[in-house]
């Protein structure tokens, strides 16, 4: 069953195909050299590399193929169209937000667009720690440049942050702080900030608008609307995944199976997907599938600024403090970057109801949103999170709050409340369960009365890394350790967080993962 774009052959300028599963009226059965389970950040950099060295490759993804007419700009469009579970995912016991992409292009289709180069000291930290030594800024600087020339990687000027993100500069330069522009992957970017919701004008170069485009130039036949139940094993070697044809209208399987024999496997299904994957295989050699999953745990303090912000207008992250990044022996570090605050956003991290939470909603256009990320993975103990299966084999994820990281929160909060004052807010809100209003800077003390951890206050993560380690599940190579020809290629091989957005990072490994894949083949990039 072929099903191209929908619209006259002449005005599709590819040689690959794209698969509606939703649209398959029959089993569909296909032969690849590769399969690529996922479309985002690392399938998306490996698709095109294997494509255009001459592989057959065979891409599913879960979520649906959608372009730019799709993207209307309204949240209520693009969360159940965009996101796992509908923008809804949480934490087993539900005190975390979970926000990951579902679409072709995964999570490069609705992330704020900000790229960072991997720390040199989260690279020593692997090496010594974890003993990685083969990832070291020499190997990667060839496949870093590569993509940020194909996805023009550039740092955005400070004069054009938007206002929101002025205020993290303004606030940080008048404390001292470390603060500077952030890199973005963008070309003619209108600066609209409804980056969250799908680009309208494919200004984000996000992996379907590139090197999927690239890959499907090349070849590549892209299965969308195709949830993958299981990879099927020979002994130690994998010989055909499983997938099962989803409707688009209400994401139910419709009966229609995908079969796909390969020579060789790549999971590229993130980092709560691809375990979960791999569980539901029974595919965990070494047992330590889904575990030290770790994801830059977020906390928020609103402002209240006299003047207009209109937070949900510009780019989203364009300004970053790293100050407190490095944190004492024992402690956690944590990062800065803005938030936008779009109404159902917004809306959704207020934990009051009634006339405060009108007041907030009222007068968005007066808010704005700082964040402070805390990067977990590198304490001794630190062991993050842990997928396994819920019932019906989706996945399951545990996050429980150590007390480093509910101090880190208690201490972000505090630093977050004095950039919001420093930047000249009329007043500060926490997002506690109960909230605190601080009305000055002198009230800031008053946060030390409030309790720190899960339910305490909002908590969200937009980064989710590990779950499949380098150097634990997999090997160097990316192959999954004890079996012969299943690769993992995407944010789960992290052996801790980054300490920066985490984008860039997996560009850089899918760009470098290539080469054991197509040596497979005798293929050379």
């Known amino acids: 069953i072929w099903v191209t774009l929908g619209r006259p052959r002449s005005e599709v300028l590819m040689r690959g195909e794209i698969i509606h599963a939703s649209q398959a009226t029959a089993d569909v059965n296909l032969d690849a050299q590769v399969c690529i389970v996922g479309s985002g950040a690392?399938?998306?950099?490996?698709?095109?590399?294997?494509?255009?060295?001459?592989?057959?490759?065979?891409?599913?993804?879960?979520?649906?193929?959608?372009?730019?007419?799709?993207?209307?700009?309204?949240?209520?469009?693009?969360?159940?169209?965009?996101?796992?579970?509908?923008?809804?995912?949480?934490?087993?016991?539900?005190?975390?937000?979970?926000?990951?992409?579902?679409?072709?292009?995964?999570?490069?289709?609705?992330?704020?667009?900000?790229?960072?180069?991997?720390?040199?000291?989260?690279?020593d930290h692997w090496a010594k720690v974890?003993?990685?030594?083969?990832?070291?800024?020499?190997?990667?600087?060839?496949?870093?440049?590569?993509?940020?020339?194909?996805?023009?990687?550039?740092?955005?000027?400070?004069?054009?942050?938007?206002?929101?993100?002025?205020?993290?500069?303004?606030?940080?330069?008048?404390?001292?702080?470390?603060?500077?522009?952030?890199?973005?992957?963008?070309?003619?970017?209108?600066?609209?900030g409804y980056c969250g919701m799908g680009c309208p004008i494919d200004a984000k170069q996000s992996m379907h608008v590139t090197t999927l485009a690239?890959?499907?130039?090349?070849?590549?036949?892209?299965?969308?609307?195709?949830?993958?139940?299981?990879?099927?094993?020979?002994?130690?070697?994998?010989?055909?995944?499983?997938?099962?044809?989803?409707?688009?209208?209400?994401?139910?399987?419709?009966?229609?199976?995908?079969?796909?024999?390969?020579?060789?496997i790549v999971v590229s299904a993130g980092a709560l997907n691809g375990p979960a994957l791999l569980l539901r295989s029974d595919l965990n050699p070494s047992g330590a599938v889904g575990k030290r999953t770790f994801l830059h745990p977020v906390v928020c303090v609103l402002g209240r600024y006299e003047e207009a912000v209109?937070?949900?207008?510009?780019?989203?992250?364009?300004?970053?403090?790293?100050?407190?990044?490095?944190?004492?022996?024992?402690?956690?570090?944590?990062?800065?970057?803005?938030?936008?605050?779009?109404?159902?956003?917004?809306?959704?991290?207020?934990?009051s109801l009634g006339e405060q939470a009108q007041d907030v909603l009222a007068n968005l256009a007066h808010f704005g949103a700082l964040i402070a990320l805390h990067i977990d993975g590198f304490l001794p103990g630190d062991e993050g999170g842990t997928v396994s299966l819920r019932p019906g084999g989706l996945p399951k994820l545990d996050y429980p709050i150590s007390g480093a990281l509910a101090r880190a929160m208690r201490h972000s909060h505090r630093r977050l409340a004095e950039l919001t004052f420093a930047a000249g807010a009329q007043w500060a809100l926490s997002l506690h369960a109960d909230t605190l209003r601080m009305n000055s800077a002198d009230d800031i003390n008053q946060l030390e009365n409030r309790d720190y951890g899960a339910f305490e206050h909002a908590i969200f993560s937009a980064h989710q890394m590990g779950g499949c380690a380098m150097g634990t599940v997999v090997d160097e190579?990316?192959?999954?350790?004890?079996?012969?020809?299943?690769?993992?290629?995407?944010?789960?091989?992290?052996?801790?967080?980054?300490?920066?957005?985490?984008?860039?990072?997996?560009?850089?490994?899918?760009?470098?993962a290539a080469e054991p894949i197509a040596s497979q083949f005798q293929k050379s990039l």
């Open 42 to 123: 690392g399938g998306g950099v490996l698709a095109m590399r294997l494509a255009q060295a001459g592989l057959r490759v065979v891409m599913l993804e879960a979520g649906p193929y959608v372009t730019k007419e799709a993207f209307t700009l309204r949240e209520e469009d693009a969360y159940p169209l965009l996101y796992q579970d509908r923008g809804t995912r949480v934490t087993g016991d539900g005190s975390m937000t979970v926000m990951q992409g579902r679409s072709v292009g995964g999570g490069t289709t609705v992330n704020w667009t900000t790229c960072y180069r991997t720390p040199e000291h989260v690279l």
């Open 130 to 192: 974890h003993g990685i030594k083969g990832l070291t800024s020499a190997v990667l600087e060839p496949h870093f440049e590569a993509v940020e020339q194909r996805l023009n990687i550039h740092q955005w000027p400070a004069e054009a942050a938007n206002a929101n993100n002025r205020k993290l500069l303004d606030g940080a330069g008048k404390l001292g702080w470390q603060v500077a522009a952030t890199h973005r992957n963008v070309r003619g970017c209108a600066n609209s």
């Open 214 to 264: 690239d890959a499907l130039d090349a070849g590549l036949i892209l299965v969308a609307d195709c949830p993958v139940q299981r990879i099927e094993t020979k002994g130690n070697k994998a010989v055909s995944v499983l997938a099962q044809a989803q409707r688009r209208d209400d994401a139910l399987p419709k009966g229609v199976k995908v079969t796909v024999r390969a020579e060789q």
């Open 477 to 512: 190579q990316f192959k999954l350790k004890g079996m012969d020809n299943i690769f993992v290629v995407d944010g789960s091989v992290l052996p801790t967080a980054l300490g920066v957005n985490p984008s860039q990072t997996i560009y850089g490994l899918a760009h470098l």
């Open 310 to 351: 209109q937070g949900f207008y510009g780019a989203p992250q364009s300004i970053a403090s790293h100050q407190f990044a490095k944190a004492d022996a024992g402690e956690m570090g944590f990062f800065f970057e803005t938030a936008p605050v779009h109404p159902m956003l917004a809306a959704s991290v207020l934990p």
